[in-house]
């Protein structure tokens, strides 16, 4: 069974079909659609992802399809190189993950279907979306209420640390400011003030960290990025370094050593994606799909790294866990 799979995925990458044939019923015979995927992380990041848009795929009803990936390895300035390319293979649909890649696959089609996963932006406020219920025009995806997140991040914090009265915020500048005015407005009703410091690439890392530290902050709140997944060990070994209590969405950080994160699951908002294109697929119009919310949400938290840190979580908030790492 390993091998089976093992050899699918380097099937896929290579740009061929794949079936399963227990779904295949499902699937007009002869006919495999063109899906390019653009990922703006790592190749070790893909794998799953791509993985979870099959899954969703599948349950669609699209047993076979090629896949067209395309890898920016981390690197920005790659991004719109391939989408430019994922489109020159004459692909039926793009996949766009994250708002950056988003971006340049509109630039770059008025006319192709787009389904994105963007758990940065408003796709109303950006002008990609007429509306959540009828977009409008070729783009539809999931997209992220992130105004809610930002609340429960800062109350998850506070519930951790009862005296938190100063926050750091990690921001990536290459986001957008969606996510600091949401967590700005959640800040003011919590009481709490914010030092938002910039970060984009790596390298930037250690500089912010320090600077969150030196700025007396008690905690420190990483925003969504394409920044944040690819370095989250790095990012678990600076909190420890300062001795900071971190939360961001993405599960893999504490999975790799830092405090807790709370957010949707990643990998089943790609399944809904997956979901979409096959509606895509089958007929219907990204003009006329409405987007769709994250379904499944999950709160990690790390209690090694909790008593690394000085911190006694409360028994009510660890029940409130999906995953307790000991």
């Known amino acids: 069974m390993f091998d089976r799979k093992r050899r699918e995925f380097i099937a896929l990458v290579g740009g061929v079909a794949v079936t399963w044939p227990l779904a295949a019923r499902a699937q007009q015979a002869g006919s495999v659609p063109k899906i390019g995927v653009v990922y703006p992380g790592p190749q070790a990041g893909a794998t799953p992802r791509v993985q979870a848009l099959l899954d969703g795929l599948r349950a669609g009803g699209y047993s076979q399809v090629e896949i067209v990936l395309r890898v920016a390895e981390g690197d920005p300035s790659r991004i719109t190189p391939l989408v430019t390319e994922a489109i020159a293979a004459k692909v039926d649909v793009l996949f766009a993950i994250g708002p950056a890649v988003a971006r340049a696959a509109r630039s770059a089609t008025q006319t192709l279907?787009?389904?994105?996963?963007?758990?940065?932006?408003?796709?109303?406020?950006?002008?990609?979306?007429?509306?959540?219920?009828?977009?409008?025009?070729?783009?539809?995806?999931?997209?992220?209420?992130?105004?809610?997140?930002?609340?429960?991040?800062?109350?998850?914090?506070?519930?951790?640390?009862?005296?938190?009265?100063?926050?750091?915020?990690?921001?990536?500048?290459?986001?957008?400011?969606?996510?600091?005015?949401?967590?700005?407005?959640?800040?003011?009703?919590?009481?709490?003030?914010?030092?938002?410091i910039e970060a984009r690439t790596p390298s930037e890392l250690d500089g912010a960290f320090n600077s969150a530290k030196r700025g007396g902050a008690d905690a420190l709140v990483m925003l969504s990025s394409p920044l944040i997944p690819p370095n989250v060990r790095k990012e678990a070994e600076l909190a420890i370094l300062h001795n900071l209590p971190v939360i961001t969405l993405f599960s893999d950080f504490p999975r790799a050593g830092g405090l807790m994160s709370y957010g949707p699951n990643l990998l089943g908002a790609i399944r809904d994606a997956g979901g979409m294109i096959a509606k895509v697929l089958h007929g219907r119009k990204p003009a006329d799909l409405p987007i769709e919310r994250p379904t499944k949400f999950e709160l990690v938290i790390n209690l090694k790294t909790a008593t690394t840190l000085g911190l006694t979580l409360r028994p009510t908030l660890l029940a409130l866990a999906d995953e307790v790492i000991e």
């Open 113 to 196: 279907p787009i389904v994105t996963i963007d758990l940065e932006s408003d796709p109303v406020e950006t002008g990609w979306a007429a509306s959540l219920a009828h977009p409008g025009g070729s783009m539809t995806g999931v997209f992220m209420a992130f105004p809610d997140f930002a609340a429960k991040w800062l109350e998850l914090l506070k519930d951790t640390l009862p005296q938190l009265s100063r926050v750091a915020v990690l921001w990536d500048p290459s986001t957008g400011l969606f996510q600091n005015k949401a967590i700005e407005t959640a800040a003011e009703a919590s009481k709490v003030t914010l030092e938002i």
